[in-house]
């Protein structure tokens, strides 16, 4: 083992584990903390630890193959589901850029106090792309250095607000390695789904087994390759362990300060605190509910002004990293599906322009609640994307006319096929859950219709 080779292989794994820190992650880690206190940690935990062997069958497959995961399905498929394929990866992409642009504006509006409205901050992200394609014309390890200062800014905010709220750290402990929920309903099972929905994104496996193509491996050497494959698995730990820790900062933080709170007792302090926003939360007994937005106001009413504003430079740096690596995700699939060479400036536009228009909408003509509310339905969006980077990942990994000497064994066989089915069966749990909510026979009838559609596509993958 040396440090100078894990040094020259480091950067795929930490561009890929931002997608464990998007907007929409923070979203749920709070509404976990809020929802269900520390009972739930064990969960983020799992979802972490499954995510981890996902990527790390996804850079195998790049590292022995010398191709991407879209590479590959575009030589293993034919046209048809192909085409299929790349869309749902597609709709998996732009939900997730939606996702950075509401996180970006939410935290634009609370830096400048209010005085940049929604709709203004969901125009300023568009400005910041091109920032980043400028970035990129000096390199993928520039680009690596940048996000690496991304992630350190994110750990330091939410790490200062984990010492400013001080959680239980005994309640910590239990909750990350007793797998049990006392006294859980229905809303706590809804935000452990939703966790692993925001944890394991699908596009994130189609990057990362093109990001870990960037690093020179003689592929005729079998030695060389095991190396590399080790190495990329050490970055990818150390990479996912740093963003756990920043996860469980934002859930122990709202788990410590706000689980069992109502929203009269968030407007009393407010009020006291003479923050202009306790008209946020009505004067009633209901149970808190909390999202980006909300849970920056609600610190600072608690915790001062300078929690608030951190908190926002948090949420700031989470949603312009994630934007670049969907940026990447974009390029590489749709290289890969449809063999079409785009400019990364085109690409960007493409992405940004479908992402930005309903995300614009919700910002002009509603409020702070419709533009959040917008971030839940995306992590459902993102969970039902799933089988559609799992399942190739898995049966590509598994054929040894592909992977070689490299092929996954019977325990990865089983294990993912298990996991497959598991995440299959919680994707069926959210969508008639979410169409039960709706409550309108048309929808009930268009969802089961579209559920047999989906799981027959799911069915013809395997």
Same mark, same amino acid.
């Given at each position: ?10 950067g ?6 931002i ?11 709070? /509404?976990?903390?809020? &929802?269900?206190?520390?009972? =739930? %940690? ?6 972490? &630890?499954?995510? =981890?062997?996902l ?12 191709l991407?995961?879209? $590479?590959?399905?575009?030589r293993?498929? /034919?046209?048809?589901?192909?085409i299929?394929?790349?869309l749902m990866?597609?709709l998996?992409?732009?939900?997730s850029?939606?996702? $950075? ?15 940049? *409205? ?14 980043f394609?400028?970035?990129?014309? !000096? ?8 996000f ?18 001080? *959680?239980?750290?005994?309640?910590l ?10 006294d859980c309903?229905?809303?706590?099972l809804? /935000? ?14 189609y @990057? ?8 020179q ?9 095991r ?6 698995f050490?970055e ?7 963003s ?14 706000f689980?069992?709170k ?10 006291n605190?003479?923050? *202009? ?11 808190l $509910?909390v ?5 920056g106001v609600?610190?600072?009413? !608690? ?19 994630s ?5 990447y995700?974009?390029?590489f699939?749709? $290289? ?6 785009w ?14 228009? *309903? ?6 003509? /509603?409020?702070?609640e419709? %533009? ?7 992590? #459902? %969006? ?5 089988p559609?980077? @799992? ?6 990994t598994? %054929?040894?006319?592909v992977?070689?000497d ?24 959210? #969508?008639v ?21 989906y799981?027959s596509?799911?069915?013809? @993958?395997?």
């Amino acid at each position: 083992f040396s440090f100078r080779k894990l040094w020259a292989f480091t950067g795929p794994g930490f561009l890929m584990s931002i997608a464990y820190l998007d907007p929409g992650n923070i979203e749920s880690d709070l /509404q976990s903390g809020a &929802v269900a206190g520390f009972k =739930l %940690l064990w969960v983020l935990l799992l979802a972490t &630890v499954i995510g =981890l062997l996902l990527q790390r069958l996804a850079a195998r497959l790049g590292v022995v193959t010398g191709l991407h995961l879209a $590479e590959v399905c575009n030589r293993q498929y /034919q046209k048809f589901p192909r085409i299929i394929l790349w869309l749902m990866v597609e709709l998996a992409i732009i939900g997730s850029d939606m996702q $950075e642009v509401i996180g970006s504006a939410i935290a634009i509006n609370l830096l400048s106090v209010g005085k940049i *409205p929604l709709w203004g901050g969901v125009l300023i992200t568009i400005a910041d792309t091109f920032v980043f394609l400028f970035l990129d014309k !000096y390199g993928l390890r520039k680009l690596e250095a940048f996000f690496g200062f991304l992630i350190t800014i994110m750990a330091l905010t939410f790490g200062y607000e984990y010492i400013t709220v001080k *959680p239980n750290q005994e309640k910590l402990l239990q909750g990350l390695f007793i797998p049990y929920c006392k006294d859980c309903g229905t809303p706590q099972l809804e /935000q452990a789904v939703g966790i692993v929905g925001a944890v394991i994104m699908p596009h994130n496996m189609y @990057l990362h087994s093109a990001l870990v193509k960037s690093r020179q491996v003689d592929r005729s050497n079998k030695r060389e390759v095991r190396e590399a494959n080790k190495y990329f698995f050490i970055e990818s730990c150390i990479a996912l362990f740093v963003s756990f820790i920043i996860n469980i900062f934002v859930v122990t933080v709202f788990a410590e300060a706000f689980y069992n709170k109502t929203n009269a007792d968030v407007n009393e302090v407010c009020a006291n605190s003479s923050s *202009p926003h306790s008209s946020l939360f009505p004067n009633n007994n209901q149970t808190l $509910e909390v999202d980006i937005y909300k849970g920056g106001v609600v610190l600072g009413c !608690y915790f001062g002004p300078a929690a608030l504003y951190i908190w926002a430079i948090g949420i700031l740096a989470a949603g312009q990293s994630s934007t670049m690596t969907g940026t990447y995700s974009g390029q590489f699939v749709m $290289e890969g599906f449809l063999n079409l060479r785009w400019s990364r400036f085109a690409r960007v536009l493409l992405t940004r322009s479908i992402a930005i228009t *309903p995300t614009l909408f919700v910002a002009i003509f /509603q409020d702070v609640e419709h %533009l959040t509310g917008m971030n839940d339905f995306l992590n #459902v %969006l993102m969970s039902l994307q799933l089988p559609f980077a @799992l399942i190739p990942v898995l049966t590509f990994t598994s %054929l040894p006319s592909v992977m070689h000497d490299f092929a996954n064994g019977l325990f990865w066989k089983v294990a993912g096929g298990l996991l497959i089915l598991l995440i299959c069966g919680i994707n069926m749990f959210f #969508v008639v859950d979410y169409v039960r909510s709706l409550d309108n026979l048309g929808l009930y009838i268009g969802a089961a219709v579209l559920s047999i559609v989906y799981l027959s596509f799911v069915a013809y @993958l395997v």
